[in-house]
Nanobody
Framework: QVQLVESGGGLVQAGGSLRLSCAAS????????MAWYRQAPWKQRELVAS???????NYADSVKGRFTISRDNAKNTVYLQMISLKPEDTAVYYC???????????WGQGTQVTVSS
């Protein structure tokens, strides 16, 4: 089993910045993809950014140029640096992790990000 603990959410004004962290513990061998998803009220959960074990990244069009995903494999931690935040970025942000080529999938409990206008 893998436990994911997220931190770094909060309330920020539009144009501000936040950095989310997600630390994995437990059975952390063979971690492949680590990612951040978000879910706004009344909307479906969507992929924000993902990163593979070798550092290949993928971003939603809405966050390109503003968000940066990174990971520290030694610490089994993934980060999401968010700048130029907009009110439409307001959502619960979830950490996501895959092990063993996607055979095992895990979600964090979520952290609230609120951007005021």
């Amino acid at each position: 089993q893998v436990q994911l603990v997220e931190s770094g959410g909060g309330l920020v004004q539009a144009g501000g910045s936040l950095r989310l962290s997600c630390a994995a513990s437990g059975t952390t061998n063979n971690i492949n993809v680590m990612a951040w998803y978000r879910q706004a009220p009344w909307k479906q959960r969507e992929l924000v950014a993902s990163i593979t074990g070798v550092g290949n990244t993928n971003y939603a069009d809405s966050v390109k140029g503003r968000f940066t995903i990174s990971r520290d494999n030694a610490k089994n931690t993934v980060y999401l640096q968010m700048i130029s935040l907009k009110p439409e970025d307001t959502a619960v942000y979830y950490c996501y992790l895959e092990r063993s080529a996607g055979y095992f999938k895990y979600w964090g409990q979520g952290t609230q990000v609120t951007v005021s206008s």
